[in-house]
T-cell receptor, first 110, second 115 residues
Framework: GENVEQHPSTLSVQEGDSAVIKCTYS??????FPWYKQELGKRPQLIID?????GEKKDQRIAVTLNKTAKHFSLHITETQPEDSAVYFC?????????FGTGTSLTVIP | DTAVSQTPKYLVTQMGNDKSIKCEQN?????MYWYKQDSKKFLKIMFS???????INETVPNRFSPKSPDKAHLNLHINSLELGDSAVYFC??????????????FGPGTRLTVT
């Protein structure tokens, strides 16, 4: 089955700096890669996603890149703000199954 | 207009009891899921289910069983609750097959505490 690895597990940045979270996957059949943000006590919320036929996608301050050959994808957050502090999960969808990374706890220091 | 809803939000019970968590989605999705999130925040898939197929994570004890009365509902039954079952349980749903709509949406979670 699919195996998704996520790094780093914790990340602290100064407000205004950029944050990058990286994930790798193992199953070449995976064709959809969402990123979720989970604030304390809340549900995971989809913030951006990318399909396997696209290399990069951007939505305001967040962007995701995908390298199918290397089987890795990354989340980039620019101009970080304190409200970006949360746990972020990457995932890969293969068939009807979603496989999640282990999460990255991002802290943005004001 | 809640997309994916769960009840109850909190559940406190004693070891050995049997309990159920309900999940409903109004998105017209055909696949529903249950995840367990432990204290380390790992999201672990327990089940995925559509009207054709139930996929069970082999690490899930058989004390856990999903029950789906219809496409919009997937309930989670837990027998003989143990301390280690304490966690937050999330229901989710997605649409299978359509490349234009792969997104998975989560319910608000049920925090289960076994004492």
């Amino acid at each position: 089955g699919e195996n998704v690895e996520q790094h780093p597990s914790t990340l602290s940045v100064q407000e205004g700096d950029s944050a990058v979270i990286k994930c790798t996957y193992s199953d070449s059949a995976s064709n959809y890669f969402p990123w979720y943000k989970q604030e304390l006590g809340k549900r995971p919320q989809l913030i951006i996603d990318i399909r396997s036929n696209v290399g990069e996608k951007k939505d305001q301050r967040i962007a995701v890149t995908l390298n199918k050959t290397a089987k890795h994808f990354s989340l980039h957050i620019t101009e970080t703000q304190p409200e970006d502090s949360a746990v972020y999960f990457c995932a890969a969808r293969a068939g009807n199954q979603f496989y999640f990374g282990t999460g990255t706890s991002l802290t943005v220091i004001p | 207009d809640t997309a994916v809803s769960q009840t109850p939000k909190y559940l406190v019970t004693q070891m050995g009891n049997d309990k159920s968590i309900k999940c409903e989605q109004n998105l017209g999705h055909d696949t529903m899921y249950w995840y367990k999130q432990d204290s380390k925040k790992f999201l672990k898939i327990m089940f995925s289910y559509n009207n054709k197929e139930l996929i069970i994570n082999e690490t899930v004890p058989n004390r856990f069983s999903p029950k789906s009365p219809d496409k919009a509902h997937l309930n989670l039954h837990i027998n003989s609750l143990e301390l280690g079952d304490s966690a937050v349980y999330f229901c989710a749903s997605s649409r299978h097959g359509l490349p234009s709509s792969y997104e998975q949406y989560f319910g608000p979670g049920t925090r289960l505490t076994v004492t």
